[in-house]
């Protein structure tokens, strides 16, 4: 049975850190492409980044990209995610998720990953 289950959440100011962790287990992790999602109260859930199964390709939405940086280490099946200059626009409950398929990319929308973290809260005060 696949499980993955995510970490690091919590409560930080306007301009904070965080790292988020997913930890996988039940599958061959360096097989497949792996997603970070969140979604805030009242909205759909939305891409945030992507990371190839090797690593070597990463994908950020617009919204993010220069502040939060993806990253994975397929030895330890864990994937990252590393949240710099958050704004209270990023609160939102963090889902990392794992495709549904081996080596395919990109893997951008919620529809292409079969498998889902309980997600992480992170709440950035103003």
């Known amino acids: 049975q696949v499980q993955l289950v995510e970490s690091g959440g919590g409560l930080v100011q306007a301009g904070g850190s965080l790292r988020l962790s997913c930890a996988v287990s039940?599958?061959?992790?360096?097989?497949?492409?792996m997603g970070w999602f969140r979604q805030a109260p009242g909205k759909e859930r939305e891409f945030v980044a992507a990371?190839?199964?090797?690593?070597?390709?990463?994908y950020y939405a617009d919204s993010v990209k220069g502040r939060f940086t993806i990253s994975r280490d397929n030895a330890k099946n864990t994937m990252y995610l590393q949240m710099n200059s958050l704004k209270p626009e990023d609160t939102a409950v963090y889902y990392c998720?794992?495709?549904?398929?081996?080596?395919?990319?990109?893997?951008?929308?919620?529809?292409?990953?079969?498998?889902w973290g309980q997600g992480t809260q992170v709440t950035v005060s103003s």
């Open positions: 998720a794992a495709d549904s398929f081996t080596y395919r990319w990109p893997a951008l929308g919620v529809g292409g990953y079969h498998y």
């Open positions: 039940g599958r061959t992790f360096s097989s497949y492409t």
């Open positions: 990371i190839m199964w090797s690593g070597s390709s990463i």
